[in-house]
């Protein structure tokens, strides 16, 4: 029997307004527990919602980028259920009416193929507050912080096929939303959230199978895992004759499993109703055209440009399209300094990631403020500064904020009062090699080389080699 | 003093005739007189006089508004950060909130000197106010009736002349049943006027809070201060408001009183089918055209509204968990336990009732059959009333098929006590302003009250004639013989 996995995925990512879906209160991660939850985020008697615009325009930006249908006049429901850490007792959502429907995302696979992705709908919803099991012996603490935080929930049809394609997916998405700016995408803050649904079919058959749910998963890594574990599961119930009980699963990463959260058929009847304190959302056509207008590059069309106009390899694309911040330091320094993509790849991806790295540091942090780069590249590129040189002074900058100018004037002033140091250092090697001084003066030119050798392991590389052809050749006539 | 007009007492206090610690000592005196009517569930009597001499002081120096100095009660369905806000409930009997409503505030700002938040059925659900956890209200014409719900209290102080005027809210005719019952005038205006923020949801599309005074007049002045956007409710509008007061003292110009013929029915008491036949010829008198028509979705307004407004407040009430605040029960072994629990001690039968009722025309297979179809019904409702009022600019009719009936009586379906808001409900479901005022006495003696309902924002022409036919008949101006009084 060969089995289909089908799949559709649920994204709850957070937007990254300054405050709450329906208050004031602001939204940082990691504050004190119940700093940032305001009266309307507790739920008190009396208190009304007033929804956040800025979180309406991330949503249509969301849906112009996957070329969705963006509805005027989409309204929130009401979702009612009992909970600690839903203050309400019910959670502001969209249901019948989200605000962006039947989208698209194009995924790329390793086998070089690429797949369209179908997303059924994506719609705002307020997120709940934190249940903190492990914080006191004898109680739950419950966190309204996280309350009220604008989630757009983002759902696929179900027609992903494997884990790798979910993988792809999720990161295709990841990428997207962060290049948006409407999402940091930070899993460990639960900024990015995936539900998995998992069914299993013969192949060749229409009809879906059970499903489960796998929730709470917080890497793409454990997502994959996941994924292959619980397709395995499926497929030895279903093949030795059992039936797939409709759950929510947990994986556990020790166990590399799946565990049991809680059943389906218990599903609450979530009472659905329009919010009566709620106006629809009505989207002006101004604001939609300047949404679309203003809409930031996407990392598609990037890939494009990056591809054809600067001819750089796919690793090397991938690199500059990890964040935002990093391809806007590249086209930075591409535009000031006019060198070739891949020299500047180069050396970001090398020197100067590796530079970050030592110090915690990320591309989001200026080391070496991208115009300073681009004059040294730039003078690279037409060969005025060497290689050697070039590496000498992107370690000065590293400490220093003398200009790359300033450092290069120094450099070779430098090299010309050293010129005498280099001089004693030449004539004591020529000393200490009296055969090959005469063979090179007898007209074996080749011992040039090993010469330049010496003087550069003596000066452990820091010499100028043309400078050091040059006096050597003058000192040995 | 205490029977003096908003303004009069306003005139007063500038002119130094009396002084707002002085007014203030006759209100909480008359309070502690006739506490048999519990209108009040909390007085702070060194709250009062505080703010009272505050309100001097501005006077003193000039500063003094038409409001300023003048004793309210706000019903205890509104948060103030001074006194608890218990909506009637053992579910917050205990709460202190900690922010006022803009109702409270922009009341604060005018300098008035709360004297008390007053009694009310458990969380705006009654007609009768005795759902209160606090006890019922008496009526001051009769203490051994009701004065109406869900804003008992508030009428009962109005009319007992135990504060100059009371604030209130009406979901479906708790502003307007009570001024009724109470002798007294009641202002529920257009949904969206006046801000809902702060006040204890019930049913969110249908609460609108509002007013209870002596007269139109009093209802005009006070409106002023309370009618403007919020922008902490969504549902507020924004858009000016005229000048109420001044607006009431225009001549009555080629005014088409609409009279609905389906609300002179046989339930209707004879004397209340009397009382407003008479207005209408006051009416005619004052210069207004009386155009009979009719309003066919009439017996549709009452299911209509108790579906929606029930479902609505299901939701609304769900956040009484025993979680963050209001009452906890001691008795539970688990976490479902710990919130049934508690709601199932903090709160009464009636509430209880509504909140099972909402949850089950909400839920999954009912949802269509009443939710959805009772939406469709009040648009159609909506729309004829809008329609109606394109035909003539106030609809006339009784506020109560009856006058105040007797405490503890119990229908043996409850629903029966729903059919008492057959008159009112429909205002709320179209988010029309009402207006209940006096119209005169019943054969036992007891206030009638008649309803004017006018097109939305239309508050000034309801105030306008309201003031005019005050101006020719002593209804509004009848006081209840209160045991204990002066004579």
């Known amino acids: ?477 | 003093m205490n029977d003096q007009s908003i303004t009069a007492l306003s005139q007063a206090l500038t002119a130094k005739t009396i002084s707002a610690v002085e007014l203030t000592h006759d209100y909480l005196k008359r309070i502690r007189q006739h506490s048999e009517l519990n209108a009040f569930i909390s007085v702070d009597e060194d709250l009062a006089l505080h703010s009272a001499k505050a309100a001097d002081q501005r006077i003193q120096q000039g500063l003094g508004g038409a409001l300023t100095g003048i004793p309210m009660a706000h019903k205890d369905i509104f948060c103030t950060q001074v006194l608890r806000t218990t909506c009637g409930s053992k579910m917050l009997e205990h709460f202190q909130s900690p922010y006022d409503a803009t109702l409270v505030q922009d009341l604060e700002k005018q300098s008035v000197v709360l004297l008390g938040k007053t009694n009310m059925d458990e969380f705006a659900m009654g007609s009768t106010n005795e759902s209160s956890y606090f006890g019922p209200v008496k009526n001051p014409w009769d203490l051994t009736r009701v004065p109406g719900g869900s804003s008992g209290g508030s009428a009962a102080a109005v009319s007992a002349s135990l504060c100059a005027f009371a604030t209130a809210s009406d979901t479906g005719g708790s502003i307007r049943q009570p001024a009724a019952f109470c002798g007294i005038s009641g202002l529920k205006p257009t949904y969206g006027l006046v801000s809902r923020y702060g006040m204890v949801a019930f049913a969110s599309s249908l609460d609108t809070a509002g007013l209870l005074a002596r007269s139109a007049e009093d209802l005009a002045l006070i409106l002023q201060y309370v009618a403007r956007h919020d922008e902490k409710d969504s549902t507020s509008i924004s858009s000016s408001t005229p000048d109420y007061l001044k607006s009431i003292h225009a001549p009555i110009d080629r005014l088409k009183v609409g009279l609905p013929r389906r609300f002179f029915h046989d339930d209707v008491e004879p004397d209340i089918q009397q009382a407003v036949l008479d207005a209408v010829h006051q009416f005619e008198q004052m210069g207004a055209t009386i155009v009979e028509l009719d309003l066919p979705l009439l017996s549709q307004w009452v299911p209509c509204y108790y579906v929606l407004a029930c479902a609505e407040a299901s939701s609304n009430l769900s956040r009484y968990d025993g979680i963050r605040f209001g009452h906890r029960s001691a008795h539970h072994d688990s976490l479902r336990e710990l919130i049934t629990q508690s709601r199932n001690e903090g709160f009464g039968l009636e509430v209880k009732r509504r909140i099972l009722t909402g949850t089950h025309v909400l839920s999954a297979g009912y949802y269509d059959d009443y939710y959805m179809q009772a939406q469709k019904v009040r648009r159609l409702i909506r729309d004829e009333c809008r329609q109606v009022l394109t035909q003539v600019d106030v609809i006339l009719g009784p506020t109560t098929p009856t006058c105040a009936f007797s405490l503890g009586q119990k229908p043996t379906n409850p629903t029966q006590t729903y059919l008492a808001d057959i008159f009112t409900v429909g205002a709320n479901l179209a988010g029309l302003p009402a207006l209940s005022i006096p119209a005169g006495i019943n054969a036992s003696g007891l206030p009638i009250g008649i309803q004017l309902i006018g097109a939305h924002f239309d508050e000034a022409r309801l105030l306008q004639l309201a003031h005019h036919y005050q101006q020719q008949t002593p209804w509004h101006a009848m006081r209840p013989d209160l045991k204990g009084d002066e004579l």
């Open chain 1, 1 to 477: 029997m060969i089995w289909e996995t089908v799949i559709g995925l649920e994204v709850h990512a957070q937007l990254s307004t300054q405050s709450k879906l329906f208050s004031n209160a602001p939204t940082q991660y990691g504050a004190p527990p119940n700093t940032q939850t305001n009266y309307v985020d507790a739920g008190l008697p009396g208190v009304l919602p007033v929804l956040n615009q800025r979180a309406v325009q991330m949503a249509i930006q969301f849906g112009l980028a996957i070329q969705a249908t963006i509805y005027n006049n989409s309204y929130f429901e009401r979702k009612n259920y009992f909970y600690p850490d839903l203050p309400k007792g019910y959670q502001i959502s969209q249901f019948q009416r989200p605000i962006v429907s039947q989208g698209h995302l194009d995924i790329l696979l390793s086998d070089g193929t690429s797949r369209t992705i179908d997303i059924d709908r994506a719609h705002l919803e307020e997120d709940a507050g934190k249940s903190l099991h492990e914080a006191h012996a004898n109680y739950t603490g419950i966190d309204l912080n996280r309350a009220g935080t604008p989630l757009l929930e983002i759902v696929t049809t179900p027609c992903l096929r494997s884990a790798e394609e979910a993988i792809c997916y999720l990161k295709t998405l990841h990428q997207l939303l962060r290049f948006l700016g409407i999402c940091d995408g930070n899993m460990q803050e639960g900024s990015f959230r995936c539900d998995v649904n998992l069914s299993l079919r013969p192949q060749g058959d229409s009809k879906l199978g059970t499903r489960t749910e796998l929730k709470n998963i917080n890497s793409f890594r454990f997502i994959e895992k996941a994924i292959l574990f619980e397709q395995l599961r499926h497929q030895d119930l279903l093949e030795s004759g059992q039936v797939i009980v409709q759950e929510t699963r947990l994986y556990n990463p020790d166990k590399n499993q799946t565990e049991h959260m809680r059943s389906k058929e218990n599903e609450n009847d979530y009472r659905y109703f329009p919010d009566p304190d709620l106006l629809p959302i009505q989207i002006n056509p101004s604001e939609l055209a300047f949404l679309k207008d203003t809409l930031p590059p996407l990392p598609a069309d990037m890939t494009k440009r990056l591809k054809e106009s600067d001819a750089l390899a796919d690793d090397h694309i991938d690199f500059l399209l990890t964040s935002p911040s990093v391809i806007s330091f590249y086209n930075t320094i591409k535009d000031k300094s006019g060198a070739p993509g891949k020299l500047i790849v180069n050396w970001l991806k090398g020197a100067y990631a590796a530079a970050l790295n030592e110090r915690g540091l990320t591309f989001d942090e200026t080391l070496i403020p991208a115009d300073t780069l681009a004059v040294m590249l730039g003078k690279l590129a037409d060969n005025s500064l060497s290689n050697t040189s070039a590496k000498k002074i992107f370690n000065q900058l590293l400490t220093s904020t003398v200009s790359v100018n300033d450092l290069i004037a120094a450099e070779q002033s430098s090299q010309l009062t050293d010129t005498s140091e280099l001089e004693a250092i030449i004539r004591t090697m020529i000393n200490n090699n009296p055969q090959q001084a005469a063979e090179y003066r007898a007209g074996k030119d080749k011992l040039l080389g090993f010469f330049v050798g010496l003087v550069m392991k003596q000066t452990k590389g820091t010499a100028e080699p043309s400078l050091v052809s040059a006096l050597l050749i003058q000192h040995l006539m």
